[in-house]
């Protein structure tokens, strides 16, 4: 069975704290994704990364960096947490996708991060 | 640009059948996918549709028509556990082979 972890399910900063959220998956997948998700609006793309050092902005990435410097981790930083970055945090992964297979992307349980 | 619309909440009954509906705009369309996340737990896969057509697994049918920009999640015997949100995503080459554009979700409550 494929296993993501996140470092914490809950956390609570302060404003304007450096914030790291950690991923890890034991698949040995090249995708990995950053999403936060909020009520009424679905999934929302932070980064992904598709390889060790590669990184592309998804939907959302301002306030955000990431770090992937190993296949099976992937890093969400919060360099100046703001309270509009209170959510849910949600690392995925995947195996690479090709035109019209079906990939599935594997979720871990999330982080709710609260920034007071 | 690119839309998914899913209702928000649905409510049926145990034993019953209800169907979720999800429509999509987007040219670079190769793939619809159905999720299912119970309350503070994360998304797990449920179905993939890429060619026209119905989709049966078990309880769950999935169905695509491209043409129409619409996929349904059917779920038959409802059961308690069954009670979650139900999240449609589709993935567009436009953007990458690797991103998935997600719905808002539809929260399904099952009643006895």
């Known amino acids: 069975d494929v296993k993501v972890t996140q470092s914490s399910r809950y956390l609570v900063k302060r404003t304007g704290e450096k914030v790291f959220l950690e991923c890890v998956q034991d698949?040995?997948?090249?995708?990995m994704f950053w999403y936060r998700q909020d009520p009424g609006l679905g999934l929302r793309l932070i980064y992904f990364s598709y390889d060790v050092k590669m990184k592309e902005k998804g939907d959302i990435p301002e306030g955000y960096s990431v770090s992937r410097e190993k296949k099976e981790r992937f890093s969400l930083i919060l360099e100046s947490a703001s309270t509009n970055q209170t959510s849910m945090y949600l690392c995925?992964?995947?195996?690479?996708?090709?035109?019209?297979?079906?990939?599935?992307?594997?979720f871990g349980p999330g982080t709710r991060l609260t920034v007071t | 640009g690119q839309n998914i619309d899913q209702p928000t909440e649905m409510t049926a009954t145990e034993g019953a059948i209800v169907q979720i509906n999800c429509t999509y705009q987007?040219?670079?369309?190769?793939?619809l996918f159905w999720y299912q996340q119970h309350a503070g737990e994360a998304p797990t896969f449920l179905s993939y549709?890429?060619l026209d057509g119905l989709e049966e697994k078990g309880r769950f049918s999935s169905f695509l028509s491209r043409s129409k920009g619409y996929s349904y999640l059917l779920l038959k015997e409802l059961q308690m556990k069954d009670s979650a949100s139900y999240l449609c995503?589709?993935?567009?080459?436009?953007?990458?082979?690797?991103?998935?554009?997600w719905g808002a979700g539809t929260k399904l409550i099952i009643k006895p």
């Open positions: 987007t040219s670079g369309f190769n793939g």
């Open positions: 549709n890429v």
């Open positions: 698949m040995d997948h090249e995708n």
């Open positions: 995503a589709v993935r567009d080459m436009r953007y990458s082979n690797y991103q998935l554009i």
């Open positions: 995925a992964s995947s195996l690479p996708s090709g035109r019209g297979l079906m990939i599935e992307q594997y």
